[in-house]
């Protein structure tokens, strides 16, 4: 429905859909460096491969089936806008053109997607990743985004416009989702050869927390721009996302200085992210001291989650479900005692004598989009695995990903490899001695 | 002619260097290195997760020197490079059959 543009609104969500694009390269780097050093480039690829994938997928029906009228009930959205069809220069979705929208909400669905290979670290065929990432985000992604993010004045997305469920940055169709969906890749794919035998350490820490140093950046749009306007609710969003991540931050440490003697880097960069993931739904109900509970709640949380994996013994690789799907489902859940009228408008939780009703409607979305994804990842994964091949040879994983998949290798030290090549004939100087006929050269074992 | 080899703690090859020079020891090589012995390498936390690293760090000295030295370089090493704790290294010494400086072309104790 056509309205009038908002010059101040248009300019800041292009500005966040900029700052979201950053965050997919932050995370290749926030995962690339924690993997071991034969696979730092395929799992950079695996995140890059989203970006590019997902934006043709997303033009040609992606958005549409996201941000299309109901279709099945507002189970999903129709094709009417497939190929772009209605989002040209004069299209107005809110107070920004839909262009603008369009592509704001494309950083999303390509950042969820590459959030997922976290989860089959270091064994993954590429192939079968770019063939599970079209039909991931057509399954799963377009489906849980239109229920949340489609929003028709109470006949739009059914979590949002009927449920009343509070989710403003898509603490479900992004954490939540990529965190069950990961769990369930990680049980198709199967755990690593060495998974809790031999050290998996991360290879580069520094690139790791420069990864996270720009999804944090990223996360201002991410959440902030969320609000679609320019104005005291992107404020809120803004300051609350600093805040969450800081004491996230500061959870996890705490943790880990009693736990294990020491405050860790990975556990300060893995705390921020926890913290950002928890206030992504969160960020537009909560006042900053609420905030500052929800980051702490997700960092001491989110600490403890990432240690499942040893004990049950799925190799979550890289802590997608950990971080993401705890994380996400800690944001969803404490938005129902902690969302304040002050900055919702009307809705309460809990403690701001709103009742359990809140609490009741988040649990309900969790319970809703968690289910879904985790069985349809799980289908996908096993038919893709079926029909495609989804894991690499026993062999190959051990040599490393990087030179097989891509013919690469992400460091060259020098010494290592200075000088090796082949050697022309008829390069040898003159006056180098020369081995005499009868002296065969020995067979040289290797 | 004998090499020494020693394999040490790296933050102790200053003290070796230094111990070596005043002994009058003109050349050696150095490379990193990694392993264990009795040390059995040492815990690290990621995540929470610890992870038993048996490869430690070390450096690889590697003196040339004629046969009457070889022991008194092996003491100035032993004494530089002994903190006492479990992880010092290892010393020892091979013969050595010839010896080129390449660019003399100098042979044997002429070219150490």
Known sequence: ?446 | MKLVTAVIKPFKLDDVKQALEAFGVHGLTVTEASGYGRQRGHVEVYRGAEYEIDLVPKLRVEVLCDDADAADIVDAIVTAARTGTIGDGKVWVVPVEAVVRVRTGERGLAAL
Request: aromatic share 10%.
């Open chain 1, 1 to 446: 429905m056509p309205g009038d543009i908002n010059g101040a609104d248009t300019a800041w969500v292009l500005i966040s859909a900029a700052l979201v694009m950053l965050m997919i390269p932050g995370l290749a780097l926030f995962y690339g460096g924690m993997v071991r050093v034969k696979n730092v480039l395929n799992m950079l690829m695996m995140s890059l491969s989203c970006l590019a994938v997902v934006t043709v997928v997303w033009v040609a029906y992606g958005y549409s089936l996201a941000f299309g009228p109901d279709a099945f009930g507002g189970l999903i959205g129709t094709l009417r806008y497939a190929g772009m069809a209605g989002v040209g220069v004069t299209d107005v979705t809110g107070t920004i053109p839909t262009p603008v929208f369009a592509a704001f909400q494309l950083m999303f669905a390509a950042i969820t997607a590459a959030l997922l290979s976290g989860s089959i670290a270091d064994r993954a065929r590429f192939s079968g990743w770019i063939v599970f990432v079209v039909i991931w985000s057509s399954l799963v992604y377009f489906p849980v985004a239109h229920w949340v993010f489609y929003s028709a004045h109470g006949h739009g997305g059914w979590i949002v416009d009927r449920l009343h469920a509070i989710d403003l940055a898509g603490g479900t169709v992004v954490e939540l989702n990529s965190g069950v969906s990961g769990l369930a890749l990680a049980l198709v794919l199967g755990p690593r050869v060495g998974f809790r035998r031999d050290p998996m350490r991360p290879h580069n820490l520094p690139l790791v927390v420069l990864g996270a140093g720009l999804l944090w950046f990223g996360w201002f749009g991410f959440n902030a721009g969320s609000a679609l306007a320019s104005g005291g609710l992107a404020g809120v969003a803004f300051l609350n996302t600093q805040v969450a991540a800081s004491t996230a931050v500061l959870g996890w440490l705490a943790v880990e200085k009693r736990r294990d003697g020491h405050a860790t880097t990975l556990g300060a960069v893995s705390g921020a992210v926890a913290g950002l993931v928890a206030i992504t739904p969160s960020c537009g109900s909560v006042n900053p001291l609420g905030a500052l509970v929800i980051g702490l709640v997700a960092g001491v949380v989110c600490s403890y989650a990432v240690g499942w994996k040893f004990r049950f013994g799925y190799d979550d690789s890289l802590d997608v479900a950990g971080l993401h799907g705890v994380g996400g489902v800690v944001g969803m859940l404490l938005i129902g005692f902690l969302a304040t009228a002050a900055v919702t408008g009307s809705a309460r939780g809990l403690l701001y004598g709103g009742g359990f009703g809140q609490l009741g409607r988040q649990t309900v979305a969790v319970l809703a989009v968690g289910s879904y994804s985790f069985a349809l990842t799980w289908l996908i994964a096993k038919a893709v695995d079926r029909f495609v091949g989804f894991r690499v040879a026993r062999d190959d994983e051990l040599a490393g990903l990087d030179l097989l998949v891509h013919g690469e290798t992400a460091y060259d030290l020098g010494l290592q490899t200075a000088g090796v090549g082949h050697r022309l004939p008829g390069r040898h100087e003159s006056g180098t001695p020369t081995r005499p006929a009868d002296r065969p050269i020995a067979e040289q074992p290797h």
